[in-house]
């Protein structure tokens, strides 16, 4: 199995991390850091105890905490062993954090050595309207390598529900990673 990095963060938008997560363990070993924000807000959002959310993950989920800055996957040396790293949600302040090389947590830790090491990071913000603060610190993540993108979902799907909507940016998240997976209707599929 591929191993892969999954952060989730304080931002809005809990479900984003929670679906990606989904779909990555079907094929995937992942190593899944949730900031301490980011659990507060699923309890917000989503309704979920932190004690039951991580009892319920699958086997082939290791889950860090973002004060285990020693965690073996903090290394150069085991985190080339994977496709990459995804913040989803990212808040602004991991961004910010990312962008000036400071490793306060595991999830900027682990940013931080997949851009040196040139691995894939993939950020999905979940924030708007944006400052110039935001778009000058996406402009130094691009720059050094990674990816940024605002979760917003396409129309041309004609989705029915929030869920239609989720699938639709977590679908084009492991688009990034060549992920295989039917979250989405693509464009023009029939054509196909």
Same mark, same amino acid.
């Given at each position: 199995?591929?191993?892969i990095?999954?952060c989730?963060?304080?931002?809005?938008?809990?479900?984003?991390?929670?679906?990606?997560?989904?779909?990555?363990?079907?094929?995937?070993?992942?190593?899944?850091?949730?900031?301490?924000s980011?659990?507060?807000?699923?309890?917000?959002?989503?309704?979920?105890?932190?004690?039951?959310?991580?009892?319920?993950?699958?086997?082939?989920?290791?889950?860090?905490?973002?004060?285990?800055?020693?965690? @073996?996957?903090?290394?150069?040396?085991?985190?080339?062993?994977?496709?990459?790293?995804?913040v989803? @949600?990212?808040?602004?302040?991991?961004?910010?954090?990312?962008?000036?090389?400071?490793?306060?947590?595991?999830?900027?830790?682990?940013?931080?050595?997949?851009?040196?090491?040139?691995?894939?990071?993939?950020?999905?913000?979940?924030?708007?309207?944006?400052?110039?603060?935001?778009?000058?610190?996406?402009?130094?993540?691009?720059?050094?390598?990674?990816?940024?993108?605002?979760?917003?979902?396409?129309?041309?799907?004609? @989705?029915?529900?929030?869920?239609?909507?989720v699938?639709?940016?977590?679908?084009?998240?492991?688009?990034?990673?060549?992920?295989?997976?039917?979250?989405?209707?693509?464009?023009?599929?029939?054509?196909?």
């Open positions: 199995m591929e191993k990095v999954l989730i963060t304080g931002a809005s938008g809990f479900i984003y991390g929670e679906r990606l997560l989904e779909e990555l363990s079907k094929n995937h070993l992942v190593y899944l850091i949730i900031s301490e980011a659990f507060k807000v699923m309890e917000e959002e989503r309704d979920l105890g932190r004690r039951d959310f991580i009892k319920s993950l699958p086997d082939n989920v290791s889950f860090f905490s973002q004060d285990e800055i020693d965690a @073996p996957i903090s290394s150069g040396s085991r985190l080339i062993e994977t496709k990459g790293v995804i989803a @949600p990212c808040s602004t302040g991991t961004l910010g954090a990312v962008a000036n090389g400071i490793s306060s947590n595991l999830i900027h830790r682990v940013c931080d050595v997949a851009l040196k090491e040139r691995k894939k990071v993939y950020m999905l913000l979940r924030e708007m309207p944006l400052s110039l603060i935001h778009i000058k610190n996406m402009e130094k993540v691009t720059l050094s390598g990674g990816t940024v993108a605002v979760a917003s979902p396409g129309f041309y799907t004609k @989705p029915k529900s929030v869920e239609d909507m699938n639709f940016v977590a679908g084009k998240v492991l688009d990034f990673f060549d992920i295989k997976h039917n979250l989405y209707r693509r464009w023009r599929d029939e054509d196909f």
